[in-house]
C-alpha cells in the first residue's frame, strides 16, 4: 500500500514539484462575507445540485485556514495551489473588500513562512452575480472587470506569489456553464458557449498583459483541462468525428493561447455559433504564458453521427471511478506527447489529478486503496510521458481535501483528507499517508 517510482525517475527528485489543490466556493464557506456569486444563486436553484446543497459552510476554511495549512504543511508538500474568490476581494460598488484580501494575505503569509510556494488561481469559476446580471461571460466588459480585479489583487499580494493562473478551466465555465447549462450560471445554448468561451480567453489574454507589467517575477499561466478523444472504431469517419471533437472541447482554447489562432473547425460551425472576434482579440489571447496548467482525468470515446460534428460515446464495462469517469491513465501519456509534438510548450504542470471515491471513516482510518492505485498509475503515466521528451515540472493531487464537488453537491469525495461536513473533523485518508511518504522520501 504505497506509491513508489523507479528512483531514476525525475519524478523522485527533489527539483519536482509537488502540492495538493483547492478552490475558493468549494472550500471556503463565509458566504456573508462577501458579495453573492454565480453559483451561489445556481445552488438556490430548485434541480442544479443534486443534494440540493450550497457552499455557504463548505469546508469552513475562511474560519479553519490556519489549521488547513498546517495540514497541508505536515503532507510534506512543496506547494499549495488555491483560488481567489473575486467577490470576496471586489465589492458590487467596485469598492476593495479588506477583510476579504486580508484572509488572503494571512494565507500568503503562512504558506510563505513554512516554505510553501502558494500558487494562486485567479479564476475559478465564481463569477460575481453582479457580473451575470449584466450578461457575465457573454457580455465582452466582463473579461475587462477580470483585467481590473487582477490589478487590484496583484497590487495587494505584492511579492507572496509564487505563480498566478489566470483562469481554471474555460471550457467548464463556457460549455457548462452557457452551453448545455449543468454549472452555473445554468444557460443551455448551443448559440452562447463560443462566444462565452472567446470573452473568457480574451479575460484570460487581457490578465496576462497586468501579470506580465505587474508582476514579472511570478510564473504566470493558465490552467486548460483535457479530456482525450479516441474514435469508437478505426473507421474514417469515426477518426475524423473524433478529431473535431478534441477540436471543439480541447484545441478551441489551447490553440489561440499558443498559435493565435482558433482550429479550422470554426468555418463548420453555423455563423449564429462562432465568437464575436474584434481585430485585436487573438493577439490579446496569444500573450506568451510561462507555464501551462494542465487538469486530467479521464478520456471519452467519440463515434460519427448524421448531421452532428461527432456523437459522445458513454464509457461501457470498464473500470469507472465514483463519478462514473473511466480510469484510463495512458490517455495522460498519450495527450502530453500530443500537446509536445502538436505546440512549441511552456513548461507544463498537472495542476489537477484525482478521482472520485466511494470512502467512509471505519475506526479513525479511510482505506481509499482505490485512490492509492489511481495516483500509482498516473504518476507511472506521467514518467512514461517526461521520458519521451515533455517536460513537466510538476504534479497536484485534486484534491486537499473532500468539498463541495458543484453540481454534485457533497456525494463526491476526492479529497486525500475526509471531511466530515457536520463537526468539520479533517481524517487523513490512507491516500494522503502514501501521498506524504512518497513526496517526503525524493532524494
Known sequence: MKISLPTTSPLTSKDFVYGVATS?????????????????????????????????????????????????????????????????IINNDKSVNRDGVDFYLKVLDKLNELGIKPFVTLYHWDLPQIHEDHGGWL????????????????????????????????????????????????????????????????????AMQVLAKESPLTLNGIVLNFTPCYPLTDSPEDKLATQKADDYINQWYMKPIMDGSYPSLIEELPYEQRPDILDDDLAIINHPIDFLGI?????????????????????????????????????????????????????????????????????????DQLRINYYQAHLEA????????????????????????????????FGLVYVDFETQERTLKDSAHCYKEFITQRV
Not at 40 to 58: E, H, M, R
Not at 404 to 410: I, K, T, V
Open 139 to 206: 457580455n465582452r466588459e466582463t473579461a475587462y472587470h477580470f483585467r481590473d480585479y487582477v490589478e487590484v489583487v496583484v497590487r495587494e499580494f505584492g511579492d507572496r506569489v509564487h505563480s498566478y493562473a489566470t483562469l481554471n478551466e474555460p471550457f467548464c465555465s463556457a460549455y457548462l456553464g452557457y452551453e448545455v447549462g449543468i454549472h452555473a450560471p445554468g444557460k443551455a445554448d448551443r448559440m452562447l458557449g463560443r462566444k462565452a468561451a472567446h470573452h473568457l480567453l480574451l479575460a484570460h489574454g487581457l
Open 295 to 367: 487538469n486530467f482525468y479521464t478520456r471519452l470515446k467519440y463515434r460519427a453521427k448524421a448531421g452532428h460534428l461527432y456523437e459522445e460515446i458513454p464509457p461501457g464495462d470498464v473500470e469507472k471511478t465514483d463519478i462514473g469517469w473511466e480510469v484510463f491513465p495512458q490517455a495522460l501519456t498519450d495527450l502530453l506527447v500530443s500537446l509536445n509534438d502538436t505546440y512549441d510548450l511552456p513548461p507544463l504542470y498537472i495542476t489537477e489529478n484525482g478521482m472520485a471515491g466511494d470512502d467512509h471513516v471505519e475506526s479513525g482510518q479511510v482505506k
Open 382 to 413: 506521467l514518467n512514461q510521458a517526461i521520458q519521451q521528451g515533455v517536460k513537466v515540472d510538476g504534479y497536484f493531487a485534486w484534491s486537499l481535501m473532500d468539498n463541495f464537488e458543484w453540481a454534485e453537491g457533497y456525494l463526491k469525495r
Open 24 to 88: 475558493s466556493f468549494q472550500i471556503e464557506g463565509a458566504a456573508e462575507k462577501r458579495e453573492i456569486s454565480i453559483w451561489d444563486t445556481f445552488c438556490d436553484t430548485p434541480g442544479k445540485i443534486v443534494d440540493a446543497s450550497n457552499g455557504l459552510v463548505a469546508c469552513d476554511h475562511y474560519h479553519l485556514w490556519e489549521q488547513d495549512i498546517n495540514l497541508i504543511h505536515d503532507l510534506g508538500v512543496d506547494a499549495y495551489r488555491f483560488s481567489i474568490c473575486w467577490p470576496r
